[in-house]
Nanobody, 117 residues
Framework: QVQLVESGGGLVQAGGSLRLSCAASGSIGIIGDMGWYRQTLGKQRELVASITRSGSTNYGDFVKGRFTISRDNAKNTVYLQMSSVRPEDTAVYFC???????????WGQGTQVTVSS
């Protein structure tokens, strides 16, 4: 079993910055693509950013240019650097990792990010 644990969420002022971390542990094997998704009440979970093991990235249009995803394969950790945050960024942010051998996705429990105006 693979466990993903997010950290770094909290309250931040509009225009400020926040850094989220997600560490994988357990029977990790090979984790391929990893990503950050977010979800607010009444909305479907949406992609924030994703990154391959080799470092290729993809971003949702609503955050591109403000957020940066990165990963440290040696630490089995993926990060989301959030800058110039807006109140509409308020959501629960979930970490996702693809186990390429088992061909399934693992998800963290989520961390709350609240942006005050």
């Amino acid at each position: 079993q693979v466990q993903l644990v997010e950290s770094g969420g909290g309250l931040v002022q509009a225009g400020g910055s926040l850094r989220l971390s997600c560490a994988a542990s357990g029977s990790i094997g090979i984790i391929g693509d990893m990503g950050w998704y977010r979800q607010t009440l009444g909305k479907q979970r949406e992609l924030v950013a994703s990154i391959t093991r080799s470092g290729s990235t993809n971003y949702g249009d609503f955050v591109k240019g403000r957020f940066t995803i990165s990963r440290d394969n040696a630490k089995n950790t993926v990060y989301l650097q959030m800058s110039s945050v807006r109140p509409e960024d308020t959501a629960v942010y979930f970490c996702q990792g693809r186990h390429i051998v088992a061909s399934r996705d693992y998800w963290g429990q989520g961390t709350q990010v609240t942006v005050s105006s």
